[in-house]
């Protein structure tokens, strides 16, 4: 176990490294959608690069991730295979989101060694993730319903 302020070192200089081993702007939360944003999450047990849509509005957040499932098909066959789409996904606040996610399990950001695959993973995913959001965003950003 380390303390706190070895496991805020720890994550400081994770980031640090992972930034300097990809120097890039990311999209993240600059998606010029409200409460549509991409994160990246590592734990001791997993790493993530996430999608997570969250209006308060139940209808927008249906919405966009409807928009998303429908294009499901086209985000694994072009981007990334092994994708989880979750229209309600409970976080341990209690609220609900959509999320779409890809996961990798096994790996920690404690342990060093570690850290060339979860910098590898963030980058292949959340670039994938980044090429289907510019390919497809005018589509998913407009909230007209098309039926």
């Known amino acids: 176990m380390y303390s706190k302020e070895e496991s805020i070192k720890i994550k400081k200089e994770f980031w640090t490294q992972f930034a300097e081993a990809y120097p890039r702007k990311w999209i993240l939360y600059d998606t010029k959608i409200k409460d549509f944003s991409f994160k990246f999450f590592v734990d001791n047990k997993k790493a993530q690069v996430l999608i997570d849509i969250e209006p308060k509005d139940e209808e927008k957040r249906k919405i966009y991730f409807e928009k998303i499932e429908s294009l499901k ?75």
Request: proline share 0%; charged share 30%.
């Open 73 to 147: 098909s086209i985000l694994i066959e072009d981007y990334i295979s092994e994708v989880i789409l979750e229209r309600n996904y409970h976080l341990e606040t209690g609220k609900i989101i959509s999320r779409i996610w890809v996961e990798k399990a096994g790996i920690s950001l404690n342990n060093k060694a570690n850290w060339q695959d979860i910098f590898d993973f963030f980058y292949e995913n959340m670039d994938a993730f980044e090429r289907f959001f510019y390919e497809n965003q005018d589509y998913i950003k407009d909230l007209e319903i098309n039926t």
